[in-house]
């Protein structure tokens, strides 16, 4: 099965999610990182020695090499043990192809990032590599953090290392004076953007979960504003977003904080896996002013001393 065009709306908090099985569990994934759908044939793979158990070899996928990941062993859990034909989910993410063998597919389902109750890492058996779950058809579909999955097995990739060029900022850049709302719902992808900006000078820095916290918090200074103009309310120069997010997508939190709250003037980037010329024209649309794909952080830095540079001059320190 080739992937066909994503129809859904930019900015309505919509999504869907490919449910699919291994053992007797159910789990999910974004239908946007899913390029095709295949029949597991191992003539197709060549097994090479490597050191993380779920890593199956590469495999053959339109006359090139992608690696293959036994998603079964990256989660831990047993699989379909009398199921000769496992299936192989071939995804497009953080500019890399990679194929996950999984037991059998179900179906897609239309549903709204609202529906999805984000699960504590401390209290989920399957750690950080599930970041939520989804009511759906009398069942629980857990939704798969693959970028936790692949920064296990390759934990270089996460975030790129940081050049000279952006470790030395450029002269009238105030990296210290920058305010930033930093909303991202996985644990690594946060904590490895934060230790990466405060490194070099970033100190302000305030972060979310899910773009449904990021929201209430620009709406909660905004009502401080309208209550009393003279109010001492710091709003943030520069809100960073993934895309995709349980309660609230990027998409949504952009369109409805320049729409909704009118904070037109908060320049808006996209951080995110899916960036593709499709996600380009929805960034566009809801307004967004850039769009970087993890793990780019050196391109991500260099439109924020940019930002960072406009608000200096604007509203120098004093």
Known sequence: MEKQEILLESGTNEMELMAFRIGASRFGLNVAKILAIQRYDPALVTHIPLEHPAMMGMMLYRKRTIPLVDLAVSLKIGTEQDNERPIVMITEFNNATTGFRVDRVDRIYRLHWHDFTPIDSLLSSYGESIIGSVHMDDSEILVVDLERILADI??????????????????GVSRENMRLF???????????????????????????????????????????????ATAQVELPHLLLTDIEMPMMDGLTLCKKTKEELGLRQIPVIMFSSLINEQM??????????????????NALIGILDKICQEATACHPAA
């Not at 790129?160 to 002269?171: C, D, F, R, V």
């Not at 230790?195 to 979960?209: A, T, Y």
Request: hydrophobic residues 35%.
């Open 154 to 171: 390759y934990p270089e990739q996460v975030i790129e290392e940081l050049t000279k060029e952006t470790i030395e900022k450029s002269p």
């Open 182 to 228: 930093f909303a991202e719902d996985s644990r690594t992808i946060r904590e490895a953007v934060v230790c990466s900006l405060k490194k070099i000078g970033f100190k302000n820095i305030q972060v979310f979960d899910n773009g449904q916290k990021a929201y209430d918090a620009l709406a909660s200074l905004q009502a401080q504003i309208k209550k009393d």
């Open 280 to 297: 380009k024209l929805k960034c566009q649309e809801v307004g967004a002013s850039g769009y970087i794909t993890k793990p780019e952080v």
